[in-house]
């Protein structure tokens, strides 16, 4: 593969910091035809802050089956189409599978940029083993969401969830059930944010924790291997 050939750019971005952004993806974006942006509104002040003008489109989960095909058709006519989220590595618990996997039927050559994505610094900042780890990202929301946390719960390596303000107790009460409530687990909360902070304890403690106090940004939760 060229690098002169490449037509699909998957560039992560800041998940807090704007500051932690390579330059190369900065150049990409500024010398790409089109940007994709989960969020055009969130994506502009990025791009505001680095004073990129590249022209941006809308490409989420709502939209991304109606708009793939028009997106493919413009790299095939040699448009050069930079995708990004709102914050860190598309494809990731974040859109993009589609674009990339019909890019990849149509011969048309991508590249993933390295870059920020939340679950590698949390498994770092947890403390619990780091030599082999599951990625679950966000557990279901009613269909299979208990099986899901059985398996966690035999799980003979770290494993590694996504989890929203508004569903954090939840999930803890849910992984208490299922889990028990001694397991350790670390929560790691605005990664990247001047109110970056991380939780170590057990689920009963964490439940304790965040059942005191008033809960935003966004969190990743590691839990201990059986």
Partial sequence: MMINDIKLYIVPTPIGNLDDITIRAIETLK???L?????????KKLLSHYKISTK???????????KVDEYVELMLQD???????DAGTPCISDPGF???REAIKKEIQITCLPGPTALIPALVLSGLSSDAFIFEG??????GR??????????????????????????LSDMKETIGSER?????????????????????????????????GEFVICIEKA
């Fill in 31 to 33: 010398n790409s035809d």
């Fill in 56 to 66: 941006v489109k809308s490409y989420h989960l709502n939209n991304e089956h109606k």
């Fill in 98 to 100: 589609l674009l990339v």
């Fill in 146 to 171: 208990k099986s899901k946390l059985y398996e966690i719960s035999q799980n003979t390596k770290t494993s590694i969830l996504y989890e929203s303000p508004f569903r954090i107790i939840k999930t």
């Fill in 79 to 85: 448009k050069i189409i930079s995708l990004i989220t």
């Fill in 35 to 43: 940007i994709l942006s989960e969020d055009t509104r969130h994506a």
């Fill in 138 to 143: 966000f557990l279901p929301r009613k269909k």
């Fill in 184 to 216: 350790k687990i670390a929560i790691v909360r605005e990664i990247s944010k001047i109110y970056e902070e991380v939780f170590r304890g057990t689920i009963e403690e964490a439940i304790l924790e965040y059942n005191e106090r008033t809960i935003k």
